[in-house]
């Protein structure tokens, strides 16, 4: 009797243990599932016309934008976008608050040491934005001038390499149109910004500038930063890139804001 009753406990056991290993399997799957389909906060600077900007009802537009919802759509990526001033930006991903940026940032090796980059989604150059009355007419004639930047942008660095990172007659904003109504107001003699920034202001607002081209200004390339070693998200934003480069989705987003290429 007593054997009956031990086979008896241990069938129940054995029972019991097989059904919680079922029930935990599909909840292993959930959370796997869950991970794959996780929304990604995305980090960008909405302060940057056309690359990026924000409405009135507050939504984040732009070129950048709708690059990365195409790339999105590709990849299966669930995106939210979320307005971070560009000072902070980079501590963003690095904290983990932000999983993607992009924010018209350039490719460069000291970023590259701390944050992995897509393949380029746009080449630019910078320009040089002055009065029509100046007679300024080449880079290296700003020395001793004032010149206005958006901080911490490849514009900051050129105007440091000329006059020096620590120098007064450097005026540093958090946009560049900030630096264009100091501009208008003359209280800097020139600004140096990204030309698909300075082409748009141009564009849409009514001024005395004029731009200057620089032989000496290098071409540069945006990317969209990761968090360094995230293999796999980098793997996915490629695929997408490259996806809606042969489908002539990214001609047509460009058309958009750039014209014809």
């Given at each position: 009797?007593?054997?009956?009753?031990?086979?008896s406990?241990?069938?129940?056991?054995?029972f019991a243990?097989?059904?919680?290993?079922?029930?935990e399997?599909?909840?292993?799957a959930?959370?796997?599932?869950?991970s794959?389909?996780?929304?990604?906060?995305?980090?960008?600077?909405?302060?940057?016309?056309?690359?990026e900007?924000?409405?009135?009802?507050?939504s984040?537009?732009?070129?950048?934008?709708?690059?990365?919802?195409?790339?999105?759509e590709k990849?299966?990526?669930k995106?939210?976008?979320v307005?971070?001033?560009?000072?902070?930006?980079?501590n963003?991903?690095?904290?983990?608050?932000?999983?993607?940026l992009?924010?018209?940032?350039?490719?460069n090796?000291?970023?590259?040491?701390?944050?992995?980059?897509?393949?380029?989604?746009?080449?630019?150059?910078?320009?040089?934005?002055?009065?029509?009355?100046?007679?300024?007419?080449?880079?290296?004639?700003?020395?001793?001038?004032?010149?206005?930047?958006?901080?911490g942008?490849?514009?900051?660095?050129?105007?440091?390499g000329?006059?020096g990172?620590?120098?007064?007659?450097?005026?540093?904003?958090?946009?560049?149109p900030?630096?264009?109504?100091?501009?208008?107001?003359?209280?800097?003699?020139?600004?140096?910004?990204?030309?698909g920034?300075?082409?748009?202001?141009?564009?849409?607002?009514?001024?005395?500038?004029?731009?200057?081209?620089?032989?000496?200004?290098?071409k540069?390339?945006?990317?969209?930063?990761?968090?360094?070693?995230?293999?796999?998200?980098?793997?996915?934003?490629?695929?997408?890139?490259?996806?809606?480069?042969?489908?002539?989705?990214?001609?047509?987003i460009f058309?958009?804001?750039?014209?014809?290429?």
């Open positions: 009797m007593m054997r009956l009753i031990l086979i406990i241990l069938s129940i056991s054995l243990s097989c059904t919680k290993r079922t029930e399997e599909p909840s292993k959930t959370e796997a599932q869950k794959q389909n996780a929304e990604l906060v995305v980090g960008t600077d909405a302060a940057y016309a056309p690359f900007s924000e409405t009135s009802d507050k984040i537009v732009g070129f950048d934008i709708e690059i990365l919802k195409a790339i999105g990849s299966g990526l995106l939210r976008f307005n971070t001033p560009w000072e902070g930006l980079f963003q991903l690095e904290s983990g608050d932000r999983d993607i992009i924010s018209a940032i350039t490719i090796d000291e970023r590259k040491k701390v944050m992995d980059f897509s393949e380029p989604y746009f080449e630019a150059v910078q320009l040089i934005v002055v009065p029509l009355s100046s007679k300024i007419s080449k880079f290296s004639e700003l020395k001793g001038k004032k010149i206005g930047v958006q901080t942008t490849t514009g900051d660095e050129v105007a440091s000329l006059l990172k620590t120098s007064d007659d450097i005026k540093r904003f958090e946009g560049t900030l630096a264009l109504q100091e501009l208008s107001a003359r209280g800097v003699d020139a600004v140096i910004a990204d030309n920034v300075i082409n748009n202001f141009m564009a849409n607002n009514k001024s005395d500038f004029k731009t200057i081209s620089d032989p000496t200004f290098k540069e390339f945006y990317g969209i930063a990761v968090k360094k070693g995230n293999t796999e998200l980098i793997k996915k934003i490629n695929e997408g890139l490259a996806a809606i480069k042969a489908d002539g989705t990214y001609d047509s058309k958009k804001y750039f014209g014809d290429k």
